[in-house]
């Protein structure tokens, strides 16, 4: 039976591997990553660091699957099974003729991902074994970062998008955004929101940013998008808590 490891290596710096990650990684031959290109290509380049930083001798083999782009034709949830659909017959070509891979998943494999839903998918079509190795995620780091704790006493975390963000009339609950390309924070006015952002966590670029949303929010879109402009993209990720004064 073949048999596929989900492998979450956090934000791309060796130093956020899990020892099951490390070891996993040390002894298998046949890798998958997806081949991203323009402003993405750097998410397929970290993929990359990992396995040369624990594989300096490159005695792998590295399968490289083009996905293309999610279809926009369809409504979203929609068009976001459709191109799964996709990629798991490319995974399903790309094994074959293949016992054993790892797919290098960055942050962890069970966050907005969806690498487990197309190998579930495969395991009704071919005989196929999976596991899932957990990374650390862009939340962790963004906890850590901050020296904040995610939850308040007793209180409830929320992880969301920015489509539903947009949507939001008010927060109680410590909310968790990933990558806001809407600025969704914009429309939010409650003077007892705080902000806790962070862009690039775990990398060279690391940016962190913090303060009461509605005195800071301008500073934060001009940061955010230049930003944007300087690295021709931006991996980010934001809390907003609910302090009463």
């Not at 298998?28 to 991203?36: A, N, T």
């Not at 395991?123 to 939340?139: K, N």
Request: net charge positive; hydrophobic share 40%; glycine share 6%.
């Amino acid at each position: 039976m073949k048999k596929v490891y989900i492998i979450g290596i956090g934000p791309g710096d060796p130093k956020y591997l899990t020892l099951e990650a490390c070891d996993l990684i040390k002894k298998l031959r046949y890798f998958i990553i997806p081949d991203k290109k323009g402003e993405k290509e750097h998410l397929t380049l970290l993929r990359e660091r990992i396995l040369n930083h624990l594989r300096p001798q490159k005695d792998y083999e590295l399968i490289r699957l083009d996905f293309g782009q999610r279809p926009t034709e369809l409504p979203y949830v929609d068009s976001v099974k459709e191109w799964r659909k996709h990629k798991a017959k490319l995974l399903l070509s790309a094994i074959q003729e293949i016992e054993e891979a790892g797919i290098l998943v960055l942050g962890d494999p069970s966050l907005y991902d969806g690498y487990i839903e197309i190998l579930r998918y495969l395991s009704t079509i071919i005989p196929i074994h999976f596991e899932v190795i957990p990374g650390i995620s862009s939340i962790q780091l963004l906890s850590a970062k901050h020296k904040i704790s995610l939850n308040d006493i007793a209180g409830s975390v929320v992880l969301t998008t920015p489509r539903v963000m947009r949507k939001k009339k008010e927060i109680r609950d410590n909310t968790v955004v990933f990558l806001d390309n809407y600025e969704s924070f914009r429309f939010i006015n409650d003077p007892n929101i705080w902000i806790y952002w962070g862009a690039y966590l775990g990398t060279e670029k690391e940016t962190v940013f913090s303060g009461r949303l509605v005195e800071v929010k301008d500073q934060l879109i001009k940061l955010r998008r230049s930003l944007r402009e300087k690295h021709g993209y931006i991996m980010e990720i934001y809390l907003l808590s609910y302090r009463e004064t």
